[in-house]
T-cell receptor, first 115, second 112 residues
Framework: DSGVTQTPKHLITATGQRVTLRCSPRSGDLSVYWYQQSLDQGLQFLIQYYNGEERAKGNILERFSAQQFPDLHSELNLSSLELGDSALYFC??????????????FGPGTRLTVT | AQSVTQLGSHVSVSEGALVLLRCNYSSSVPPYLFWYVQYPNQGLQLLLKYTSAATLVKGINGFEAEFKKSETSFHLTKPSAHMSDAAEYFCAVSETGGKLIFGQGTELSVKP
């Protein structure tokens, strides 16, 4: 158990809908990262928050957004969903926000299926 | 930009045999390198990391990796494979801000 929790575990929804994925980092970790894992794209970084502020952005679609709340949990919002958004979405957390040496601890993931 | 290449999307070994999973990186600055393992229907678990303290890094479950700057490689090895090692393995490089750039992954199968 990494200490990172993600809800829900599975999500099935229709095209055009909006969903929210939730992540609680390990106790004491200030950074939260979101990654998308799909068969064709592999594991891709989406976005990072550190202590409530956006720190880095990857190839995140404009239809996707995220935020980190004062209690450090984070939410990833996916809207106008398309079939191609079906993937496993991971949240990871780390102690620091800069410097690449910090270990990232991954949650169990949310499997999103868009029908 | 940093990148990672994992040679071989699938590796199969016999139980008790040497495990060698290959990873090459591209980075313009001294990299931070990681190996993660993903068991079916689970998240990623950190096996080991390189942060320039030592070129030979020991990780969990008997795995180790050697950083070779001249070859830009960070191959993962284990002397004797167990059935429980069957999983997908990801090599990753970390950029300054901390985000991980992953390789495409190598699926390890262990035959009895």
């Amino acid at each position: 158990d990494s200490g990172v929790t993600q809800t829900p575990k599975h999500l099935i929804t229709a095209t055009g809908q909006r969903v929210t994925l939730r992540c609680s980092p390990r106790s004491g970790d200030l950074s939260v990262y979101w990654y998308q894992q799909s068969l064709d794209q592999g594991l891709q970084f989406l976005i990072q928050y550190y202590n409530g502020e956006e720190r880095a952005k990857g190839n995140i679609l404009e239809r996707f957004s995220a935020q980190q709340f004062p209690d450090l949990h984070s939410e990833l919002n996916l809207s106008s969903l398309e079939l191609g958004d079906s993937a496993l979405y991971f949240c990871a957390s780390s102690e620091g926000g800069q410097g690449g040496s910090y270990e990232q601890y991954f949650g169990p993931g949310t499997r999103l299926t868009v029908t | 930009a940093q990148s990672v290449t994992q040679l071989g999307s699938h590796v199969s070994v016999s139980e008790g045999a040497l495990v060698l999973l290959r990873c090459n990186y591209s980075s313009s600055v001294p990299p931070y390198l990681f190996w993660y393992v993903q068991y079916p229907n689970q998240g990623l678990q950190l096996l080991l990391k390189y942060t320039s303290a030592a070129t030979l890094v020991k990780g969990i479950n008997g795995f180790e990796a050697e950083f070779k700057k001249s070859e830009t490689s960070f191959h993962l090895t284990k002397p004797s494979a167990h059935m429980s090692d069957a999983a997908e393995y990801f090599c990753a490089v970390s950029e300054t801000g901390g985000k991980l750039i992953f390789g495409q992954g190598t699926e390890l199968s262990v035959k009895p």
